[in-house]
């Protein structure tokens, strides 16, 4: 409607066909909407809102019915005297529009036609007839009834000088306009030569001039017939300006009409249109790029590439398809902070406030990266390891690294490393490739907008590797304090300085790093947390943050430090807070329900609240178990979520002397239990162990949940006082754990993940722990009141620990072990 290709469109209705036998009703000047064929117009008018069109009187225009109250409205209407309202609506909504949506003056209209096309829209072809305005609304349901006020046309019958100018003029420049537009049929200045009647000139052109709709409302709703014609006239020396400057530009951009000469003549008429639109051209994009260049801070021979890029770029024709391709790379050149660096804020007082407002324990973490700070406060540079923080999921790795940048007021960046298996990803692409980026650390110090970001290289153990590269390589050269002031980006082409970035990676498991990464590292451990820490970073941090994302800030509701535990023992099992969070979360969800449909809540949650609100526990710790039972021992493991304990039971039957496996274990299990029974078969005498059982009887070790794959280097004590208490049917010590390795000279080894284990025993009941040694100083590492009721045996030989874990005391029911003979064979020698 609003183009001017369309301009008389509506004399093309006499092309249809189905249009053959539709009788226009003649609307002259005089008596608009009064012919006898139309009877006398109601005061109570049903309202028909349209969309991207006004109707003018005497026009005839098709509109398309697709929304069911308007189908029905017109339906109705046709069946009857075929007489509706036509109002606009102000809006372009799809949906069923309310009064207040509708502008107040509109157009009768006469349907002359209808017809029902495919998908259920409706078309009618309607007539206009006078103008009316809405006083009120009588009925918005089935339709829209409205009340209405008629409008007669106020075009003066005899016309003064000037009146005839202006009806001239509005001719002339019909006229103009049908000449300047190719595109519109011959036949409408037929038309345009055939119309008498002044005012249906007036509105016929206001119909179908180029302009938008607001402005075509504003035309209908002008009363007065000459002001209506000099508005209309403004709207049309518009027009024809526009079609004037096509023309000046299709005149300028003429030539000869082969490919290259094509390719100019849209080019300058891009050109013109850009500098009557204020668009930049590229001439001004290339100015823009110079000026900021020229406040860049970078080096003489990156400045040097920088306009040898730009040159080149400049000769390149705009329309080529390497024009966007230089022109990205140029744009990545300016935009890269070279030499922009923020402030650092060493104040360490505040920095260690900030981490521990942030994070509830770790406290050796926490001091590790305010020595970190404290020496780059003293050197001034970044040339000290790069920190990885590796622990389970959920403890605060990634936070940790916010919290620094937090600290230092540096800008904080972080790189998922999760799954990247293409080393271009790193290193960027060539430029010669389509579709060629630079790397994620180019494209993370971007959008930092600083070369000193704190940069979170997020999960670095995941990284993987293909027949594309290898990302951990490429990290090499990243992470290097002594080679990354010129790391080298693919798509970059020239060194940019990353030795200022402090880069903190995170892990969960360290195996799968390359050796020479793990090189450039320095490997912070960051354990799980105990109960009592949960329960106050629950308090301090979880709880508000669930109660402010669910919008019950102001809610007075708590949770109980017995509720919190039991959140933590009965529905979570893990070292980190995240599924702890997931759970607080699904109890302030139950209480926002409540609050939002007016039911009760408790405002003190304790675990039968916990239990109604979640259901059932999901977990059931492991407990230890008495020691009635010979060759049953409890051992300490540590697991991806955290610590846990694991019973080892060895059975003995009767057979010829086979060692049998269950419970999914590894193959290091397997080796300890292996090194294990071969120390007691060396050692046989010292225990009372009659060697005859070693043949005739079978060994059968098993640890239970096996369906729970279980391997590492902690079980080979336990293996040995299990297999021991079985060969002698001794008891084992009551509220006793160990975890430890043994070599064949019986030499116990230290293991790792002593903190877990220790939180996992205390949690079971255990009093007693066994352990190397050499792992005396992990344990004070941990907190004095985590382990207050427990009391460790440091030990360095298998000896030590059979003399501490076994009793002297047989079990209530010993086996009793039946030997056969050995039978001897008689040998007769020849003298």
């Not at 969309?51 to 209407?77: E, W, Y």
């Not at 007016?598 to 020691?627: C, H, W």
């Not at 009887?697 to 280097?713: E, Q, R, S, T």
């Amino acid at each position: 409607m609003n183009n001017s290709n369309d301009l008389f469109k509506h004399l093309r209705l006499s092309d249809m066909s189905d249009f053959e036998n539709i009788e226009l009703i003649p609307i002259g000047s005089e008596g608009m909407g009064q012919d006898d064929k139309m009877g006398v117009l109601s005061e109570e008018l049903p309202i028909l809102p349209i969309r991207n069109i006004v109707l003018f009187p005497g026009m005839v225009i098709p509109i398309t019915v697709s929304r069911q109250k308007s189908v029905r409205l017109v339906k109705k209407a046709y069946k009857g005297d075929r007489t509706i309202g036509v109002l606009v609506q102000a809006n372009n909504s799809k949906e069923e529009p309310q009064p207040d949506d509708l502008y107040k003056i509109g157009t009768v209209g006469h349907i002359i036609k209808m017809f029902v096309l495919p998908g259920g829209n409706t078309t009618i072809i309607v007539q206009g007839r006078k103008r009316f305005e809405v006083k009120d609304y009588i009925k918005t349901e089935p339709n829209l009834i409205a009340k209405v006020a008629y409008i007669e046309d106020t075009f003066p019958k005899k016309l003064n000088k000037e009146n005839k100018a202006l009806i001239s003029t509005l001719k002339e420049n019909a006229t103009k306009i049908l000449n300047l537009n190719p595109e519109i049929p011959r036949e409408a200045q037929i038309a345009l030569d055939n119309i008498e009647s002044n005012s249906y000139l007036v509105h016929f052109l206001s119909s179908n001039i180029n302009a938008e709709l607001i402005e075509k409302q504003a035309l209908l709703e002008t009363l007065d017939g000459i002001e209506q014609a000099t508005r209309l006239l403004e709207h049309m020396l518009t027009d024809i300006q526009l079609l004037e400057l096509k023309r000046e530009i299709q005149s300028k951009a003429s030539s000869d009409i082969d490919q290259q000469q094509r390719d100019y003549y849209i080019r300058q008429q891009i050109k013109v249109l850009q500098e009557e639109l204020g668009v930049e051209s590229p001439e001004q994009e290339l100015d823009g790029l110079r000026a900021k260049a020229a406040k860049k801070k970078w080096t003489k021979e990156v400045n040097d590439f920088f306009h040898k890029e730009l040159s080149k770029l400049q000769r390149t024709n705009s329309m080529s398809p390497e024009y966007p391709m230089l022109m990205n790379y140029v744009e990545l050149l300016v935009d890269l902070p070279w030499s922009e660096y923020s402030k650092d804020n060493f104040d360490l007082i505040k920095a260690k406030k900030v981490l521990d407002a942030d994070h509830f324990g770790l406290e050796k973490v926490k001091e590790r990266i305010i020595e970190y700070l404290a020496v780059l406060k003293m050197k001034g540079d970044m040339k000290a390891p790069i920190l990885c923080l590796y622990g389970p999921p959920g403890v605060g790795k990634t936070s940790l690294g916010r919290s620094v940048a937090k600290a230092l007021g540096r800008k904080y960046v972080r790189m998922a490393l999760g799954g990247l298996h293409d080393e271009s990803e790193i290193r960027g692409h060539r430029k010669t490739y389509i579709g060629a980026m630079p790397g994620k650390v180019i494209q993370n110090i971007k959008k930092a907008g600083s070369s000193n970001p704190v940069f979170i290289l997020d999960e670095i153990d995941k990284v993987g590797g293909d027949h594309r590269g290898d990302p951990q390589s490429a990290l090499l050269e990243v992470l290097d304090p002594e080679q990354n002031n010129s790391f080298l980006d693919n798509y970059l082409e020239v060194e940019y300085d990353l030795s200022r970035v402090m880069f903190i990676a995170t892990a969960n498991n360290l195996d799968t790093i390359h050796p020479a990464l793990r090189d450039r590292m320095e490997i912070i451990e960051v354990s799980g947390y105990t109960m009592e820490e949960k329960v106050q970073i629950a308090k301090k941090h979880l709880i508000p943050k669930q109660k402010s994302e669910h919008g019950l800030e102001k809610a007075s509701f708590t949770l109980s430090d017995v509720a919190i535990q039991k959140l933590i023992e009965g529905y979570t099992r893990e070292s980190g807070v995240r599924k702890l969070e997931q759970e607080i979360g699904r109890v302030v969800r139950k209480i926002t329900k409540s609050i939002a449909i007016g039911e009760t809540y408790p405002a003190k949650v304790v675990p039968v609240d916990i239990v109604r609100m979640l259901g059932q526990e999901v977990f059931e710790n492991d407990s230890y178990e008495n020691n009635e039972y010979a060759g049953v021992v409890t051992g300490l493991a540590w697991t991806p979520v955290g610590g846990d304990i694991l019973f080892i039971e060895t059975l003995l039957n009767k057979g010829k002397g086979q060692l049998t496996l269950s419970g999914q274990l590894g193959d290091v299990m397997k080796e300890s239990a292996v090194a294990a029974l071969s120390f007691l078969k060396a050692h046989a005498d010292d225990y009372g162990i009659d060697y005859r059982i070693f043949d005739q009887y079978n060994l059968h070790i098993h640890v239970p949940a096996g369906a729970v794959p279980k391997d590492g280097p902690s079980a080979g004590i336990t293996m040995l006082t299990a297999i021991a208490s079985a060969l002698t049917q001794r008891r084992v010590k009551s509220n006793l754990a160990m975890t430890g390795e043994i070599t064949l000279r019986g030499k116990v080894l230290p293991v790792g993940g002593i903190k877990e284990k220790i939180l996992a025993a205390k949690r079971a009941g255990i009093k007693e722990i066994i352990m190397c040694v050499k792992n005396r100083k992990d344990v004070e590492e941990i907190e004095p009141h985590y382990i207050a009721d427990l009391r460790f045996h440091y030990v360095e030989h298998a000896t030590e620990v059979l003399a501490l874990a076994l009793l002297s005391e047989q079990v209530k029911k010993p086996v009793q072990f039946v030997f056969q003979e050995e039978t001897k064979a008689m040998v007769s020698a020849e003298v």
